[in-house]
């Protein structure tokens, strides 16, 4: 499957007014659209981040939704959002272990790596990270989204709770150590989110 997220900053005081906005009109809009499979809210409500990922079955659906979302994005991120970005992803691993529910937690790490290593990145998250992760109580899903061609990563993986989250912490940090030696994979970022929505059909 292909992803594309959209990361949002702005007003604490107004993200919830976006957050709305995204989960009524936003998610019927997504919908509407061919080869659509899910999507996920993600907040940082101390901060005043927002994350959305919308999952798609092939690259060209995604890339069809990609020209009535840019042009209502604006308007349902209003008016929260300061900055906005957007990044675009092959679904390179999806392993869930149970349904997140809203209260769930999201820990984010952003990667780069040679674009010439991808394959090898893949291969040592399935080995390595994957195994080590499963085992963690309160583990609801574990990804990879990968762009190959600019060399960048997102690493997700879903805990049930916000006490499973930091008791998670300890144990990733290790593997995190483990695998962006064995991957040559720099770690350039680490975020953790409250889960507001995530629907997304794996199979």
């Known amino acids: 499957m292909f992803v594309r997220a959209v990361y949002a900053t702005g007003d604490p005081a107004l993200l919830d007014t976006a957050v709305r906005t995204l989960n009524s009109e936003g998610r019927d809009l997504l919908e509407e659209r061919p080869g659509y499979r899910g999507a996920g809210i993600f907040v940082d409500r101390d901060v005043g981040k927002l994350l959305t990922v919308s999952w798609w079955e092939t690259e060209q659906a995604r890339h069809h939704s990609d020209e009535v979302m840019r042009e209502r994005r604006e308007a349902l991120l209003e ?97 995190r150590h483990e695998a962006s030696a064995e991957a040559r994979v720099d770690v350039v970022g680490l975020e953790e989110f409250e889960v507001v929505y995530a629907d997304v059909r794996l199979d």
Do not use: Q
């Open 79 to 175: 008016p929260f959002a300061g900055t906005v970005s957007v990044a675009r992803y092959e679904a390179a691993v999806s392993h869930r272990t149970e349904h997140p529910r809203p209260g769930s937690r999201l820990r984010a790490a952003r990667l780069e790596f040679d674009p010439r290593d991808a394959d090898p990145v893949v291969d040592a998250f399935r080995a390595t990270v994957v195994p080590r992760a499963e085992s963690l109580p309160g583990l609801c899903r574990i990804s990879l989204l990968l762009d190959r061609e600019h060399g960048r990563a997102v690493a997700g993986t879903v805990f049930r709770d916000r006490a499973a989250l930091a008791a998670s912490r300890a144990a990733l940090a290790a593997v």
